[in-house]
C-alpha cells in the first residue's frame, strides 16, 4: 500500500486479504498486532475504522505481520501474555505461559485457599508466572521462585514488579538452592520441561525454533524432573505438605509409577480443557 495516511479501516482489510493465505496470520492476530502497534485496546479498534494511519505506522504493522507469518510467536512479538489475573512479561529466554498452566494456578488457588500463611515453592518458575500469581492471591504467603537461568529469573523479577508482589528468588538447579538454605515448604509447585528429546524434534517450528530448548525437554524421556522431585521434595516440603505438577498429556502412569516409591499419598490426577491428564497433586506422608 503506498500511501502518506490511510483509514485504519483500509488498512486492516488490506493487510487481511495479504495474509489471507498465510496460516501463521488469523484476523486475532493481526487486530492484537494493529492494537500493540498503535497503543490502543481491541475494544476501541472497531469503533475507529476512520482513524488515519501514518505510514511509520503501517510499515511496523507489516513487519510484525511478517514475523508472525514466519512463525515468531506473537506473545514474543507483543512482549507480554495476559495469564489468569497478571501482566506477564515474556522473552525469549523464557517459555511462554499456556493457558493449561493457567488452570493449573486456578487449581492450586482452590486446593491452598485454607493456607494462605504458607510457604510455596515455584520450581522451573521461567517467567514468574505461577508464583507471582499465587503470590497476588496469597498475600501472607512467602513465595519463592527458582530457577537455573539466570535470563528467566531476570525476567521473572521483572514480572513480580509490574504486579506489585514481593517474592523471594533462587538461582539454581532444581532444589539444590532450597536444600542449601534449609528452607521447608508448605507447597510445592512445578511446571517442569516434560518433553522428551524424541518429542522434542517434532515440535512446530513456532515452538522449537524460537522457545528456550532448556525449558521445554529434559533432554531424555521427559520424565527427570519428576524422578528428582519424588527422590528429593522430602527434604524441603513439611509433613502433610502438597505437590502441585504439570504433566504431559500421556504421562500419567508414569508419573504415578515414579512416586509409588515415595512418601508421598493421595495422588490425585486432574484433566485440562481439552480432557487430557494434565495435573498432578500429591501429599508427603
Not at 77 to 104: A, Q
Not at 222 to 247: P, T
Not at 260 to 280: P, T, V
Request: net charge negative; glycine share 6%.
Amino acid at each position: 500500500m503506498n500511501f502518506t495516511d490511510a483509514p485504519l479501516g483500509d488498512v486492516y482489510h488490506t493487510l487481511k486479504n495479504h495474509f489471507s493465505k498465510k496460516i501463521e496470520i488469523s484476523s486475532k492476530d493481526l487486530v492484537e498486532i494493529i492494537c500493540f502497534v498503535l497503543g490502543s485496546s481491541k475494544e476501541d479498534f472497531y469503533f475507529s475504522f476512520d482513524r488515519l494511519i501514518s505510514k511509520k505506522q503501517y510499515e511496523k504493522i507489516f513487519s510484525f505481520c511478517e514475523r508472525k507469518n514466519s512463525g515468531e510467536p506473537l506473545s514474543y512479538l507483543l512482549g507480554y501474555v495476559d495469564f489468569y489475573d497478571c501482566k506477564i512479561n515474556v522473552t525469549s529466554g523464557v517459555l511462554i505461559p499456556r493457558v493449561e498452566t493457567e488452570l493449573l494456578v486456578e487449581k492450586v488457588l482452590e486446593k491452598i485457599k485454607e493456607k494462605s500463611h504458607s510457604v510455596i515453592l515455584d520450581l522451573c518458575t521461567g517467567s514468574g508466572c505461577i508464583g507471582v500469581c499465587l503470590k497476588k492471591h496469597f498475600p501472607s504467603s512467602t513465595v519463592f521462585l527458582s530457577d537455573v537461568s539466570r535470563k528467566a529469573l531476570s525476567v521473572a523479577k521483572e514480572n513480580a514488579q509490574i504486579n506489585n508482589v514481593s517474592v523471594l528468588f533462587l538461582e539454581g538447579d532444581f532444589l539444590e538452592p532450597f536444600k542449601d538454605k534449609k528452607i521447608l515448604a508448605d507447597v510445592i509447585v512445578c511446571n517442569p520441561p516434560y518433553i522428551s528429546n524424541k518429542e522434542y524434534q517434532e515440535l512446530d517450528f513456532s515452538v522449537r525454533g524460537y522457545e528456550p530448548r532448556v525449558a521445554l525437554t529434559d533432554e531424555k524421556e521427559g520424565v527427570l524432573f519428576y524422578e528428582r522431585l519424588a527422590r528429593d521434595a522430602a527434604l524441603v516440603l513439611k509433613r502433610g505438605g502438597l505437590i502441585a505438577l504439570e504433566i504431559g498429556a500421556s504421562q500419567k502412569e508414569e508419573v504415578k509409577k515414579i512416586f509409588s516409591c515415595s512418601s508421598f499419598k493421595h495422588f490425585l490426577c486432574e484433566k485440562d480443557y481439552a480432557g487430557h491428564d494434565r495435573f498432578i497433586f500429591l501429599e508427603l506422608e
